[in-house]
C-alpha cells in the first residue's frame, strides 16, 4: 500500500512540475501577454482596460453667472475659466511644488539624523564540560539611540541645494509660461470663433443680395427684357451663396467646440461669446520692436526657466564631483540591554562616540565620467538657454511685423470692402435699368462678397497677430487681456 501511495504521489508531482514548467515557458507567457500576431489588435483583459477618471475627479469650475442662457463671455472672462479648468496650469504648478519640496529633501542634508531602534532577542546555549550537555536559555531586549551627522563634504550640499533652488525657479517660471501659452490658446480660439460668427454674418448679407439679384432677373424676363438664362444664372448664384452659408455655420458649431476644450471645458457645455469689434485702435503698438525684443528678454517665462535650468545643470556639476571628495562624519549610539529572568543580570549600557574621515581612493572612475557627463549636461542646458533666447527674439520681431500687416490689411480691405460695394450697386443699378448684363453684376456681386470676407479675416488676424506680439513678449494677465482685447467690453458680467 505505501509503494502505491509514492508511485501515485510521484505521478502527480510530475505532473504538477510538467504543468509548471509549460506555464512559466517565455514564449507560453509572452504570447499570453500580447496580442497574437503583427496585425491583430490586442484584446484586454477586464483589468487591461483603460483605467477611467472618477466622476468625483471630474469637476468643471466655471461662475454661475457665466452659464446663464444668453451670456455672452469676454476674452478676460474666458481665460478665468480657462485657467481654473485647463489642465495644462495644473500639470506644471504640480510640478513646481514638487520642485519646492525636492529643495527641502536638499536641505536636509544639513541636519544631523536620528533613530531609535529597538530589538528583543533569544538565545540558547549548549555547552559540555565533561559530563552531560548543559544548556540555558536567555532572552535580551532594549533600545538604542543613533545619531549620525555629516559635518563637511567639500561643497556637494550646497550645491545640491543650489541646483534644487534653481530647479525650482525654472519650475516656477515653466507653471508661467504654461499659464501664458493657454491665454494664446483660448484667445486664438475665441478670435476664431468671433471670425467663424462674423463671416455667417457676411454670408447671410450675400445670400440677401443674391435673392434681390435673383428678383431682379426674374422681373426683367417677365418683362420680356431678359432672357431664362439670366434667371438660371441667377439661381446658380443663390444656391451657391446658400452653400456657402451652410458651410459657415457649420463652421460655427465646430469652433464653439474647439473654445470650450481650449478654455478646459467639455465642448457640449455652452460657451457663447459677442461679435467682432469693428471699432479697431490700429495704432496700438506704440513700442519699437527693439524696446519689445528687451523686455520680452526679461519677461518671457520660457526663457526664465530655461536659463534656471542650463545654471541648475552648473551646479550640478559640483554636486556630483564631491561624491569623489572625502568627507567629514560624526556618528553615536546609545543604548540599554535588559536581561530577562532567570539570568536575573541588571541592565547595562552602552555608549560610543566616532569621528569619521571618509577618503575615496578608488570607483572605478564613476567621478570622473559622472562629472565628465555633468559638464557637457551643462553645456548643453547653456545651449539650450541660448537657442531659447534666439527664438524669442524671432518670434518678437515676426509678431511686430505682423502686427504691422495685419493693420495695414485692414485699412485695405476696408477700402476694397468700399469699392466693391459702389461697383455692386452701379452693377445693380445698370442691370435694373437694362443697361447692364447679368453677368457684370454677378460679378460685381462677388467680388463684394470676397471683399466682406476679406474684411471679416483682416479684422480676426488683427487680434489674433496682437494676442501673438502680447504673448512673444511675455505679457501675463492683466496686460495681455488688455492688448488682446482692445475693443468694447463684450456683455456677460465684470472680466
Not at 559635518?151 to 519650475?171: K, Y
Not at 461679435?275 to 524696446?291: F, N, T
Not at 556618528?331 to 541588571?346: F, I, K, M, Q
Not at 462677388?446 to 488676424?461: F, I, P, T, W, Y
Request: proline share 6%; charged share 20%; net charge negative.
Amino acid at each position: 500500500m505505501r509503494a502505491s501511495v509514492r508511485v501515485v504521489s510521484l505521478a502527480a508531482a510530475s505532473a504538477f512540475l510538467a504543468a509548471g514548467c509549460s506555464h512559466f515557458t517565455p514564449d507560453r507567457a509572452i504570447s499570453s501577454s500580447v496580442a497574437p500576431a503583427p496585425a491583430i489588435p490586442w484584446t484586454p483583459p477586464p483589468e487591461g482596460r483603460a483605467p477611467q477618471t472618477p466622476e468625483s475627479e471630474k469637476k468643471v469650475d466655471i461662475p454661475e453667472q457665466y452659464t446663464k442662457p444668453g451670456t455672452t463671455l469676454s476674452l478676460p472672462q474666458l481665460v478665468d475659466v480657462g485657467l481654473r479648468n485647463n489642465p495644462r496650469t495644473r500639470e506644471a504648478w504640480y510640478f513646481a511644488r514638487a520642485a519646492a519640496a525636492q529643495v527641502g529633501v536638499k536641505r536636509a542634508q544639513y541636519f544631523p539624523v536620528a533613530e531609535i531602534d529597538g530589538s528583543i532577542t533569544r538565545e540558547k546555549t549548549s555547552f559540555t564540560t565533561g559530563g552531560p550537555p548543559t544548556s540555558f536559555t536567555e532572552t535580551t531586549y532594549g533600545p538604542t539611540a543613533a545619531l549620525s551627522w555629516l559635518l563637511f563634504d567639500f561643497g556637494g550640499r550646497t550645491a545640491d541645494v543650489a541646483e534644487a533652488q534653481a530647479a525650482l525657479f525654472a519650475a516656477d517660471w515653466g507653471h508661467s509660461a504654461a499659464i501664458q501659452d493657454v491665454v494664446l490658446t483660448i484667445a486664438q480660439a475665441y478670435y476664431g470663433y468671433l471670425n467663424a460668427k462674423a463671416l455667417v454674418v457676411a454670408r447671410e448679407v450675400n445670400l440677401e443680395e443674391a435673392k434681390q439679384n435673383l428678383e431682379a432677373a426674374e422681373a426683367r424676363h417677365r418683362a420680356g427684357v431678359a432672357t431664362i438664362a439670366d434667371v438660371l444664372q441667377a439661381k446658380t448664384v443663390v444656391s451657391q451663396v446658400q452653400l456657402n452659408l451652410q458651410d459657415a455655420q457649420g463652421q460655427v458649431h465646430v469652433i464653439r467646440g474647439a473654445l470650450a476644450t481650449a478654455v478646459g471645458v467639455p465642448a457640449t457645455i455652452p460657451v457663447d461669446v459677442g461679435e467682432l469689434p469693428e471699432d479697431l485702435p490700429l495704432d496700438r503698438v506704440s513700442q519699437s520692436v527693439d524696446e519689445l525684443i528687451n523686455r520680452a528678454m526679461t519677461e518671457r517665462p520660457d526663457l526664465a526657466a530655461a536659463r534656471f535650468e542650463a545654471q541648475a545643470a552648473h551646479e550640478h556639476i559640483q554636486s556630483v564631483r564631491s561624491d569623489g571628495l572625502p568627507k567629514l562624519l560624526a556618528a553615536g549610539t546609545v543604548s540599554r540591554t535588559y536581561y530577562s529572568r532567570p539570568v536575573g543580570l541588571p541592565s547595562t549600557d552602552d555608549y560610543s562616540g566616532t569621528i569619521l574621515f571618509r577618503i575615496p581612493v578608488f570607483q572605478g572612475g564613476d567621478t570622473v565620467y559622472s562629472t565628465k557627463k555633468a559638464q557637457e549636461e551643462a553645456k548643453q542646458a547653456g545651449a539650450t538657454a541660448e537657442r531659447t533666447a534666439d527664438q524669442v527674439v524671432l518670434e518678437v520681431w515676426t509678431s511686430y511685423y505682423d502686427v504691422q500687416t495685419a493693420s495695414q490689411r485692414v485699412r485695405t480691405s476696408r477700402d476694397l470692402l468700399a469699392s466693391a460695394s459702389q461697383s455692386a450697386d452701379v452693377a445693380q443699378g445698370r442691370y435694373r435699368e437694362g443697361v447692364g448684363s447679368i453677368l457684370d453684376l454677378l460679378t460685381a456681386q462677388a467680388l463684394l462678397a470676397d471683399a466682406r470676407a476679406q474684411e471679416v479675416e483682416a479684422r480676426s488676424l488683427w487680434f489674433l497677430s496682437m494676442a501673438e506680439l502680447a504673448h512673444a513678449t511675455g505679457a501675463l494677465l492683466p496686460r495681455a487681456a488688455e492688448i488682446m482685447n482692445p475693443a468694447k467690453k463684450e456683455s456677460g458680467g465684470a472680466p
